[in-house]
């Protein structure tokens, strides 16, 4: 019987997939290996898991290199088609350790956690690369033999998983030694963080909490003893414990005053007047000591991380955590959609609509893939210095939530400032606006001491389309609430810090579509002295001239408004236009009582585009050059922001292109 002849493009496309999944796979069993070679079980126990995990290792390099033979042998005419066609190697792995090390005797329970997620996700890595290699070789017609030995590698890893958990179980049984080490690892030292009695091991309700959490399984025993910092270390080291705790359902294991405060109470029998959850949630959170305040934090990320009423310091405790789950859970989802990708790739033809389902795969992985690095970023610190780099206050990836502080709101705060961004920000681009808001914050500290701070506020989606979405007020109407309740907790937070006795002040700023989010949440009951519209959509929604006054319920009966357009900015053209429920409401220069700000001229030296350098700041491009740092439009949002001096535009409301005629003002 004739043999059929093997179709050579299936044959190179399995080897093309096999030799991009060798070094992928490869290096699967490497999150088993590494705490094994750590140290995370040693004795006849760790040698013999290290032999496995060797001989594991070895035998899916032998399947990867049959499979390429077998490959080989159906059509050697494809050698042709390679420049150098070898075996795919796998990557080393560590040594397991070869005898026991400092501190528990017999094995280490931190790192046997992570040895136990390491072999279960070496198996399911393993699972996936046998599923992929099994559809590539059937496409060439050579058989699932290898693939199958794969996926039996992948069933004997996952059995060693309870095996692990129960030698970890039993060395917790075990007392304790007494702490003498470094939980923080060989990195750099964790910050010097702020007051040594907020670095208290957890005692009182929050000690029975994390006693309660050991005993569940969902914190490792050594928790008992840490301190604040030497936790938030650990969670970054070990981020499938701080999803574990973000899972946990561990509501009642919240202080008992916080867990009150989060239960409305009346005044009395029959009154309708219920406290303010805002100022329950504060007042309890004054209560504890400040270890307890940061312990809650940690231990109750999802619920602190976006509370109204937490402060500030708990809340970028809080969301530290949520943004290390955050990025663990967008690792998986990375690896997943790498395994579909492959998957695709392999069915070659047999895939229908091939280029198109390819094409949105490779969209999806580097959504993927970019929402993960901002995760990534968003974790960066200088261990050099106290604290966080990032002191995010608000963080809920999901519903496009972010907020972050730059600067502190201290002893030395006599401005705070919030900046709203426009059309197409988002959780991945809002690095612009944190760069933006951080220009403010370095002139303060470097011209007046520091005294102002900034927030950058992006409180749920923005539209992302000029033309298809920014009309539409839907998301300004979303957002407006949000912005005016941030703004009551950004007061209560001004009125616990220790600030000076003189009153501090804020600004809100809304820049293009967050400028109608900015006029419309002061018909929400906005808090602020100073409110700033910058290149702004409009007034806020069904905000006219006529009825602006009586629909803004600003608390502040002196609250002072600012609007700036650079001339032939195309926005100008649209403030005050609505039609058919879409628009912004009224153009907010032509509103009364809004003192227009000059936009004025690029600065004299502008070493990235010197042809604008000292020009008047106009047409398309003003939309955004406005904050290019130290032009005149910067300077006057900055002397709006810290009560400075400011210029105002006495010509034509904008788009205009004729000479203005400034005026100065001194805000205080």
Not at 68 to 84: G, H
Not at 137 to 156: F, P, Y
Not at 233 to 262: I, T
Not at 639 to 659: K, Y
Request: charged share 25%.
């Amino acid at each position: 019987m004739k043999r059929e002849r093997p179709d050579s493009d299936a044959v190179v496309a399995a080897i093309n997939e096999l030799s991009r999944l060798a070094p992928f796979e490869g290096s699967a069993l490497r999150f088993a290996a590494r705490p094994l070679a750590d140290g995370a079980l040693v004795g006849p126990a760790g040698d013999r898991l290290g032999r496995k995990v060797m001989g594991w290792h070895e035998e899916v390099g032998q399947a990867f290199t049959r499979a390429f033979e077998r490959l080989l042998a159906l059509d050697p005419a494809v050698e042709d088609r390679f420049l150098r066609l070898v075996p795919p190697r796998l990557d080393r792995l560590p040594p397991p350790s070869p005898s026991p090390r400092a501190g528990v005797v017999g094995g280490d329970l931190e790192k046997l956690a992570a040895l136990a997620n390491g072999l279960r996700r070496a198996s399911g890595e393993l699972r996936q690369c046998a599923d992929i290699m099994a559809t590539a070789m059937n496409r060439a017609g050579a058989g699932t033999a290898e693939a199958r030995s794969i996926d039996r590698i992948a069933d004997e890893v996952a059995q060693e998983i309870a095996d692990v958990q129960r030698r970890r179980d039993e060395l917790a049984k075990r007392p304790a030694p007494v702490f003498t080490g470094d939980l923080r690892g060989k990195g750099p030292a964790a910050p010097d963080t702020t007051t040594a009695d907020a670095e208290e091991p957890p005692a009182g309700e929050i000690g029975q909490a994390v006693d309660a959490l050991i005993a569940r399984g969902v914190l490792p025993p050594e928790f008992a003893r840490m301190r604040p910092a030497e936790a938030m270390r650990y969670l970054e080291r070990h981020p499938e414990v701080a999803v574990a705790l973000g899972e946990a359902e561990s509501g009642v294991l919240l202080p008992s005053a916080l867990r009150a405060a989060l239960v409305p109470v009346l005044h009395a029998p029959g009154s309708r007047t219920v406290d303010s959850p805002l100022d329950r949630v504060r007042a309890a959170f004054e209560k504890m000591p400040p270890a307890e305040r940061r312990w809650t934090a940690i231990l109750f990320p999802a619920v602190v991380g976006n509370l109204s009423g937490a402060p500030f310091s708990a809340r970028i405790w809080a969301n530290r955590v949520n943004i290390i789950r955050a990025a663990e859970k967008q690792k998986d989802k990375v690896i997943r959609l790498q395994a579909e990708l492959a998957r695709l790739r392999a069915m070659g033809d047999a895939l229908p609509d091939a280029p198109a389902k390819l094409k949105e795969a490779e969209q999806r992985l580097h959504a993927a893939e970019v929402r993960l690095g901002t995760f990534q970023t968003l974790l960066k610190d200088d261990r050099r210095k106290p604290g966080f780099d990032r002191q995010i206050l608000l963080f809920d990836p999901d519903q496009g939530k972010i907020a972050e502080l730059h600067g502190e709101i201290g002893p030395k705060t006599r401005n705070v400032g919030v900046l709203v961004p426009g059309t197409g920000t988002n959780l991945d681009n809002f690095h612009s606006v944190r760069k933006t808001s951080q220009t403010f914050v370095t002139e303060s500290n470097a011209s007046d001491d520091g005294s102002l701070a900034m927030i950058s506020w992006l409180g749920g989606n923005l539209p992302q389309d000029i033309f298809t979405e920014a009309p539409d007020p839907k998301y300004a109407q979303n957002l407006a609430p949000n912005l005016a309740l941030f703004s009551r907790e950004l007061a209560q937070e001004i009125r616990f810090a220790p600030t000076p006795a003189r009153k501090v002040a804020v600004t809100v700023a809304g820049h293009s579509y967050g400028g109608a989010v900015v006029g419309l949440s002061e018909t929400f009951g906005l808090d602020a002295d100073r409110v700033l519209h910058i290149e702004s959509a409009g007034a806020g929604y069904g905000v006219t001239a006529g009825n602006a006054q009586k629909l803004y319920k600003n608390p502040n009966p002196d609250v002072r408004r600012f609007s700036m357009t650079a001339p032939g900015d195309p926005i100008g053209m649209t403030q005050g236009v609505s039609a058919a429920g879409w628009g912004h409401g009224a153009d907010p220069d032509k509103l009364p009582g809004v003192t227009r700000l000059e936009t004025g001229n690029y600065p004299r030296e502008l070493p990235d585009d010197p042809k604008k350098a000292g020009r008047p700041i106009q047409g398309i491009e003003a939309h955004s050059d406005v904050f290019i740092p130290q032009s005149d439009a910067w300077k006057n949002m900055y002397g709006v922001f810290t009560g400075g001096e400011i210029v105002h535009d006495s010509g034509p409301v904008a788009p205009r292109l004729t000479e203005p005629y400034p005026q100065k003002e001194l805000l205080t």
